[in-house]
Every structure is written in structure tokens, then in C-alpha cells.
């Protein structure tokens, strides 16, 4: 089997950055295509389920929020859906980029969805070949809120997870933030636990072995983290049901 890029293009790969205030915490969400990343990064990121998103050509969203009483900012790595044929060798260069330059991966499938449940075991083991053994992975089963079109058994995901070590949350992007909330913060966290003291707090020779692990030149910086986009878009959704209100 083989993994391929659903989207066309996508230009640039994070890099890895300090930022001045303190402590940064980098995620990659990594799935089938239609699973609902993007729905579930924007739900945790902004608390809010907009419905119609963007096909996704890997966005980088990043926000400052409280982690244990710490002012921590995070960054989301949104990557682009990938999907299952013959002869698998690994992920698509983005997303190994993204997986490299990542403190944790969040693998996600959807319940109504049986083929990303079974890309999720060949996922995983890609995504430790690329971020080592020790990549702190979780994983998401989204949209549970949809029961009639449940085609992933409800013990699958757990059992999945058990064999591959990681964490399990039962999610619903669209019907409920606090699911999506406890999933990552609790991830966020385990990292900052694990985490150095901020870059800030320490001479330049002592700066983390990780950054400095995953540190390349050859990966360009990300666009600018586009909060100022997710609320561009959340405007236009809501304008275009107004519009819809209004033209009925
Ligand atoms: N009912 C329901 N719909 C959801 C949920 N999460 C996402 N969706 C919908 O599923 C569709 C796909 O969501 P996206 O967030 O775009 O999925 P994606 O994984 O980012 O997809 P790609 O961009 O193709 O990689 C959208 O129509 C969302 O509104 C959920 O929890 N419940």
C-alpha cells in the first residue's frame, strides 16, 4: 500500500520556532482525507464548529493559551488528507516534514468512515518512523455525534489504541468542544511536562536537544499563523447563512 497526497500543492513545511514569551507546543493532526482535521483544530483553537471548511492544503494555526497555569502558545500543524493504495513507503513529503517538525502527532479517523480506521495502524507506524519511537501520538475517533452512519465499532478505536500505545478520545467536533478540548489539552500538558524550561530561561549552548534535533535549513518558515484567517472564514460562514436567512 501506498500513501498519496490528496491536494495539489502545498508550498511550505513548518519550522520550528521559540517564541520569546515562553514555552511553544508544536502538534501535527494527521488523517484521511474528511475526517474533520481542520474542523477539530478550529474547535479546539477557537471553541467553535463552522461547518463548511476549506479543502485543506496545510495550514499552521497557532494561539497562546493556559496550560497548567502556564501562558504556553501553541501551534497546530493542519496537514492535508492522505489516503490509502497499493505499495505504501511512507508519508507524503509534507506530511513527514510536519511530522518531524511536531512535539506530538494526533492521528484522527472518522467513525463513519472505515477505510480512515484502517489507514490509522499503517499511519502510526510511518509516523514513528518519521518522529522516532518516542513521538507522543494520539488518537482521535471523530464524528461520533453522526449514529446512524457509525461504521467503525465503537470498541475498535480503544482496542487500536491499546495495541499502539497511545491515548483514545471519542470526539465530536461538531457537537461538542469540551471532548475536543480535553483531548488536546490533556496532550498539551503531557508535552509541556515534558518540555524544558522556555528558551527564554536558558543561555543560547543549553537550547533543547529536541529543537536542535529537528532544526533544518532546508524547511522554509510557515506562513504567518492565521488566527486573522480562521476568523476571516468564520465571518464568511456566518455571513452566508444570513444570506441564506435573508433569501428565504
Ligand atoms: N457531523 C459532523 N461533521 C463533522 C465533524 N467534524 C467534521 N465534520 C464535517 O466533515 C467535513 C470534513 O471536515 P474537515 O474538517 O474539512 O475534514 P479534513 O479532515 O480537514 O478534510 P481534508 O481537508 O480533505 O483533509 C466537513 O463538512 C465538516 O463540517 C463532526 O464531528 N460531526
Request: glycine share 6%; hydrophobic share 40%.
Amino acid at each position: 500500500m501506498r500513501l498519496i497526497h490528496n491536494m495539489t500543492t502545498i508550498a511550505e513545511c513548518p519550522t520550528p520556532e521559540n517564541s520569546p514569551l515562553g514555552r511553544v507546543i508544536k502538534m501535527a493532526v494527521i488523517g484521511a482525507s474528511g475526517v474533520g482535521k481542520t474542523a477539530l483544530v478550529v474547535r479546539f483553537l477557537t471553541r467553535r464548529f463552522i461547518g463548511d471548511y476549506e479543502r485543506n492544503a496545510g495550514n499552521l494555526y497557532s494561539r497562546e493559551v493556559q496550560v497548567d497555569g502556564e501562558q504556553v502558545t501553541i501551534q497546530v500543524q493542519d496537514t492535508p488528507g492522505v489516503e490509502v493504495t497499493d505499495n505504501a513507503v511512507g508519508l507524503p513529503d509534507h506530511v513527514s516534514c510536519s511530522v518531524q517538525w511536531a512535539d506530538a502527532v494526533v492521528l484522527v479517523y472518522s467513525v463513519t468512515d472505515q477505510r480512515s480506521f484502517d489507514l490509522i495502524d499503517q499511519l502510526h507506524q510511518l509516523v514513528t518512523r518519521a518522529g522516532g519511537a518516542n513521538m507522543p501520538v494520539i488518537l482521535l475517533a471523530n464524528k461520533v455525534d453522526l449514529l446512524h452512519l457509525r461504521r467503525v465499532d465503537s470498541q475498535q478505536g480503544p482496542s487500536l489504541a491499546g495495541t499502539l500505545g497511545c491515548s483514545f478520545y471519542d470526539v465530536s467536533a461538531s457537537e461538542d468542544y469540551n471532548q475536543v478540548h480535553s483531548a488536546f489539552h490533556r496532550l498539551c500538558c503531557q508535552l509541556a511536562k515534558q518540555q524544558p524550561a522556555p528558551a527564554s530561561a536558558q543561555n543560547s549552548a543549553g537550547a533543547s536537544a529536541t529543537t536542535e534535533k529537528r532544526r533544518s535549513p532546508l524547511i522554509p518558515r510557515p506562513k504567518s499563523p492565521n488566527m486573522q484567517d480562521l476568523k476571516r472564514r468564520f465571518k464568511q460562514a456566518l455571513s452566508a447563512k444570513v444570506r441564506t436567512v435573508t433569501s428565504v
